[in-house]
């Protein structure tokens, strides 16, 4: 046997990718506010920030306090480089003011991973690397916050999902 026709027979590593997706799982979240749930409004639909159309987890936060949308997650065993990606936006034709902001959060298992606060109407896209998580379930949660207004705060999160690597033998 020649060593072309070797290969052929040894089990090779075919990569792989598994993925979650957050607005397909919306049904199962747990969605919770920070007090009253006044004025809040979490679904998943389409979004146009910037004049650019994506599927989006929509998530107005409440009069007061932050609005909570909390996933758990299974995460496989076997998969690595475990990653968060997402984008975040206003909607377009929110009128928020000058000086008003939204803060957007993300929290696994209780710690938070990744805050920033946005006004402008349009996708910001972020990529977050998350710890090893494979074989364990995950509690992740997407928080939005008017920081004292709430008005025109129309916050969404384009296509969130969990990505990572697998390897499978052949």
């Not at 990718?17 to 979490?42: C, K, R, Y």
């Not at 990529?127 to 709430?150: C, E, K, W, Y």
Request: with cysteine; proline share 5%.
């Amino acid at each position: 046997m020649c060593i072309r026709d070797r290969a052929h027979v040894l089990p090779r590593a075919i990569g792989r990718t598994w993925t979650f997706s957050f607005a397909e799982g919306l049904q199962h979240a747990e969605i919770s506010s920070e007090g009253d749930q006044a004025g809040m409004e979490v679904t998943v639909g389409e979004a146009v920030c910037g004049g650019e159309t994506r599927m989006a987890l929509w998530q107005h936060p409440p009069v007061l306090g932050a609005s909570i949308v909390e996933f758990q997650v299974p995460v496989p065993s076997g998969v690595q480089d475990l990653q968060l990606d997402f984008s975040t936006g206003i909607r377009d034709g929110s009128r928020l003011g000058a000086g008003n902001v939204v803060a957007f959060r993300v929290f696994v298992d209780g710690w938070k991973i990744w805050s920033e606060m946005q006004q402008a109407r349009e996708w910001k896209s972020h990529s977050i690397p998350l710890p090893a998580l494979a074989g364990d379930v995950a509690r992740i949660q997407f928080v939005t916050d008017g920081l004292g207004n709430h008005e025109w705060a129309w916050a969404v999160w384009a296509e969130p999902r969990l990505t990572a690597s697998t390897a499978e033998t052949a």
